[in-house]
């Protein structure tokens, strides 16, 4: 039985996750912004504990935590569930709105992983799971300061990877795909301004999320049991696609660099002080 904390339980795939492993007999507490959305889901699925928590107050998430770890004990997995989306053009989107994206989607996660990380030091066990996107692999136009938000969350789960694997502590993160959630629906945001220079451009993103909303290939349910199966492992992945469309994207993603990187590799290679030697090392 693992114990689990998981942000943002309320809808998507969350939801899915959190009904998941307390379908299976494990422990969970999942913050919701809502008393009424928590008592919801308690009845519903028994061993799901709830917490009113937003990820933007640090010393809320902090006391959500404690609460947890009182509550049900030594948090196994911290799941970095909760995120905004947003589409506009980067010329669109104002400081504050960019500011708002990266404090749900960068800094709070972040807070969660400082609030649980002294507890699973002291275990030298744990596993961090950030729920990040084939968004933060492959960007796309129109949807660049929340692709700007998951390049930011993927950094940070690929460092504390390295730091934290000295101390017997996983890290993974996962990048969805399209998934049957609200994402596209009601939670998304848009920036406020509109530039009428990008009509045939970055505002077709949102024309696109809402042409393919409800009817998106990625099924949540799947995903969560992906999920189970991801910390499950004895050695999990440190980065987890979701999706065949994430798989097709990561891979365009790859080749795209790997080419530019082979084109331009004089070029890059002609900045050293001293040339390669024939043989590939420097002289």
Same mark, same amino acid.
């Given at each position: 039985m693992k114990i689990w904390f998981v942000t943002g339980v309320s809808s998507g795939l969350g939801r899915a996750?959190?009904?998941?492993?307390a379908g299976r007999g494990d422990r969970v507490l999942g913050t919701v912004r809502k008393a009424e959305e928590g008592r919801a889901l308690e009845e519903a699925n028994p061993g799901l504990l709830t917490a009113v928590a937003? #990820?933007?107050?640090?010393?809320?998430?902090?006391?959500a #935590?404690?609460?947890a770890e009182e509550r049900l004990g030594a948090i196994d997995v911290l799941v970095n569930n909760a995120g905004r989306g947003f589409t506009g053009a980067i010329e669109e989107a104002s400081l504050?709105?960019?500011?708002? #994206?990266f404090e749900v989607n960068v800094l709070g996660p972040v807070s969660a992983?400082?609030?649980v990380l002294p507890a699973m030091r002291a275990r030298q066990a744990g596993h961090i799971v950030n729920i990040s996107s084939i968004s933060g692999v492959m960007p796309w136009s129109g949807t660049g300061i929340y692709c700007a938000s998951k390049f930011a969350l993927e950094g940070i789960g690929q460092t504390l990877a390295q730091e934290l694997a000295p101390l017997g502590i996983k890290v993974t993160n996962v990048q969805p795909?399209?998934?049957r959630t609200d994402f596209s629906g009601r939670s998304l945001r848009?920036?406020?301004?509109?530039i009428d220079d990008y009509a045939g451009g970055a505002h077709a993103a949102p024309r696109a999320l809402a042409k393919t909303h409800g009817g998106e290939n990625g099924d949540p349910a799947k995903a969560a049991a992906a999920i189970l199966t991801l910390v499950d492992s004895s050695s999990p992945p440190l980065n987890l696609l979701l999706g065949a469309d994430a798989v097709n994207m990561a891979m365009r993603r790859v080749g795209n660099l790997l080419g530019d990187v082979g084109r331009w590799a004089p070029v890059s290679e002609s900045i050293s002080f001293?040339?390669?030697?024939?043989?590939?090392?420097?002289?």
């Open positions: 996750l959190a009904a998941a492993a937003d #990820v933007t107050d640090p010393a809320g998430l902090r006391a #935590v404690l609460s504050d709105e960019i500011r708002s #994206v992983i400082q609030a795909g399209g998934l848009h920036a406020a301004r509109r001293c040339p390669p030697s024939p043989l590939g090392l420097t002289v």
